[in-house]
């Protein structure tokens, strides 16, 4: 490879102590000698960085001090790389401002600005005034990043959101838009978000307990202390997730709970926060549901009745009870509709067939419907939505790999598409340069598995391009073919930029993500090795010139092809990976676990889901075989992927490898799970991942 041995005068790779320790579940007993690296007071080390340990601090210290030595000789690249993407951004970019009422909000940069603006100006023209200047809230902070921002429906306050240290504890404040200034109320341990009572005199919002789970719902009410706010629903189990939202009418809370495969949701009136939440339909497993307003109705998109690629229902919302449920648009397989959203006059849904979205409108009265779609080969669509329920006007997005996005505003009634913004880039692009297909990959079971493929008309498809092959496959998400201007520093050094559709997301419908969850997972691990070996057949690329990246599951991804097809990758970039599967899903008392049971199974309860995440859990199934170069990379707080999963990793690889290439790990000590806050900082951190691919392929 074209990683060289350290120089004598480089420190030697981290070798991290072995400690005592080991579990037994289900008669079966393993050593774990680098569970020390957990640190114990977790929940502390989220809140203030300052109390981990001496010995787990040193180590991730000399982690960071191997990786930046062997990685020094990239500066210059690094620089260029970052200069690149930068210049692709317009720095000063601003959102088109959304509509609602008397105003229309939008966000913005400044020039040299990390954190966004906010603003509102009048709909019947008049000045843009700034409402929260993110840069100000950041300033002589090491990690800043706003959640959400949500004004009142009377257009007087706003509730703001922040998160200081990576861990996703957000603290929620209320500002008075005309003076300024922040109330005293401070709210802390919050999910991100707050959402006004009908009355604007306060706020729902859901807390967070010590192992980072949202279980309780709160009813905040403007001057009171924290201590003081009233309980609306407190979630005592532990495997599901709970959020808090409310309606453009301004007429309902909804309150949803939900784990991977079940919802539930409770209802309650705006205007009553002292009122009790009403069950819509009983929590049961395998159904899940989504609830959207729609005037006298709710509007419910759901699985139930069989409907495995979802179907639309109505219900009264005087009595929204499983038993008065009515289909309005029924379930056809391989149709996946994704999102709807409810208006006065018409029900819009976002839908997958064929493997690409498309926008489905109806009027609510006739039952009419059209069409809105793309003839693109392999394109990116998506509604962004609006503030307001009384309008006739939606707005969507559409991109390519080639096409920088579009911003569109659309009537539903006389069909006018208004192209509002065409994302610039202000360094110059010329689609014509590039060329963008969808291939498909045989899998090992027979199944085809969709490729996204873009790269410079110039480059020649001959076996000796580079590819940058990326994945994810969990969760049912699926990674769209959009326009990314970041991977342009690549693609325009000849590499071929490549999107792997892998089963456990939802690219060919619901069956896709079942067929890569729970018992099936290593189906995800498969297509990918498979579009790999189907990319070296089409004479695309070679496998040591495929640099493989995934993040968070899609690390997961990473650390299982690592070990069952090291051959095939000619390095491997995990970001924030979740790579001790099994003994994180053997931790109940870890933010996600319980909730997570349900995407890879219940290894506590379970001696078959044991064994079946045993013999795929990356950490657990690392072998001594010879590995290609990988760079792992993680956050301190992150409370999603814990730092300790990616550094017990590494210490394990270069345990067991039987190869001299390097196994980076770069851990930011000011971060969690989204990586740097600044949207500047961020691209310096994918100039580091892209500089890593480049040397990995000898093209530097």
Not at 526 to 551: K, P, S
Request: aromatic content about 10%.
């Amino acid at each position: 490879m074209n990683f060289a041995k350290p120089a004598a005068a480089l420190p030697a790779a981290p070798v991290a102590p072995k400690h005592d320790y080991s579990h037994s579940h289900h008669g079966v007993t393993v050593t774990d000698p680098y569970h020390w690296l957990r640190a114990e007071n977790w929940q502390e080390v989220f809140k203030d960085p300052a109390t981990l340990s001496p010995e787990i601090r040193a180590h991730l210290e000399a982690e960071n001090a191997y990786q930046a030595a062997l990685t020094a000789g990239e500066e210059e690249l690094r620089k260029t790389l970052f200069a690149e993407m930068k210049g692709r951004i317009k720095e000063d970019d601003s959102s088109v401002p959304m509509p609602d009422g008397p105003f229309a909000y939008g966000s913005s940069f400044v020039l040299g600005g990390e954190q966004p603006r906010f603003f509102r100006t009048p709909r019947d023209g008049g000045a843009e005034e700034i409402v929260l200047d993110g840069d100000f809230e950041a300033e002589g902070k090491p990690y800043f990043r706003l959640g959400g921002v949500d004004h009142s429906s009377d257009h007087a306050r706003l509730v703001w959101s922040y998160d200081d240290k990576g861990s996703e504890f957000y603290t929620l404040k209320i500002r008075d838009i005309a003076s300024g200034t922040d109330l005293p109320d401070l709210i802390a341990n919050t999910g991100g978000s707050g959402d006004w009572d009908a009355a604007n005199t306060g706020i729902f919002y859901t807390a967070l307990d010590d192992n980072h789970r949202p279980s309780k719902i709160f009813h905040h009410r403007l001057g009171d202390t924290q201590s003081a706010d009233r309980l609306i629903y407190e979630e005592t189990d532990p495997g599901f997730f709970m959020s808090v939202g409310g309606t453009r009418t301004n007429d309902w809370i909804f309150i949803g709970i939900n784990d991977h495969e079940t919802t539930e949701y409770r209802v309650l009136p705006a205007g009553d926060p002292a009122a009790k939440p009403v069950i819509v339909a009983p929590r049961q497993t395998g159904i899940e549901y989504e609830l959207e307003e729609g005037g006298d109705v709710f509007f419910i998109l759901t699985n139930s009745g069989g409907a495995k690629d979802f179907r639309i229902m109505t219900a009264p919302v005087a009595d929204p009870r499983p038993e008065n449920w009515t289909e309005l648009v029924p379930h056809e397989p391989g149709r996946l509709i994704l999102a709807i959203m409810g208006f006065r006059d018409h029900l819009v849904r976002l839908e997958r067939k064929d493997g690409l979205p498309r926008i489905v409108v109806r009027e609510r009265a006739s039952g009419e419907e059209h069409m809105i779609a793309f003839d693109e080969e392999a394109y990116s669509l998506g509604l962004v939505g609006s503030l307001e329920y009384d309008t006739s006007v939606i707005r969507f997005s559409y991109s390519s790999m080639t096409t920088p996005s579009q911003l569109f505003d659309y009537d539903m009634k006389t069909r006018e598409r208004t192209l509002l913004k065409t994302q610039e880039v202000p360094s110059g692009h010329d689609a014509e340069n590039y060329v963008t297909r969808r291939m498909m990959a045989k899998a090992e079971d027979g199944e085809l598995v969709p490729v996204s493929i873009l790269h410079h008309k110039d480059t020649k498809l001959d076996g000796s391009a580079p590819c940058l092959l990326y994945g994810y496959g969990s969760y049912g998400i699926t990674i769209p073919a959009s326009f990314n201007t970041n991977c342009l520093s690549l693609v325009d050094r000849g590499f071929v930029y490549a999107i792997a559709h892998i089963r456990g997301g939802k690219d060919k419908g619901f069956a896709w993500y079942e067929q890569g969850r729970r018992e099936n997972k290593a189906k995800t691990f498969r297509d990918f090795i498979a579009v790999a070996r189907h990319l070296v057949a089409e004479n695309i690329t070679a496998h040591d010139r495929i640099v493989a990246q995934g993040g968070s599951a899609g690390g997961m991804l990473m650390g299982a092809i690592a070990n069952m097809a090291p051959q095939d990758f000619g390095a491997i970039v995990a970001e924030v990976p979740f790579v001790d599967v099994l003994n994180t899903m053997l931790d109940a008392s870890l933010p996600l676990t319980p909730p997570e049971w349900p995407e890879w199974g219940n290894p506590l309860a379970s001696s078959i889901d044991y064994g079946r995440i045993a013999s795929w859990s990356p950490y657990d199934n690392i072998a001594a075989q010879d590995y290609p170069p990988i760079l792992a990379l993680a956050g301190l707080t992150d409370p999603r992927v814990t730092y300790w999963e990616p550094a017990k990793w590494v210490a394990r690889l270069r345990e067991m490898k039987t190869d001299d290439h390097p196994v980076l790990f770069k851990i930011n000590m000011d971060a969690g799970h989204a990586g740097a806050s600044g949207r500047f900082s961020r691209l310096e951190e994918i100039a580091y991942v892209y500089a890593f691919a480049l040397k990995a392929v000898g093209k530097v």
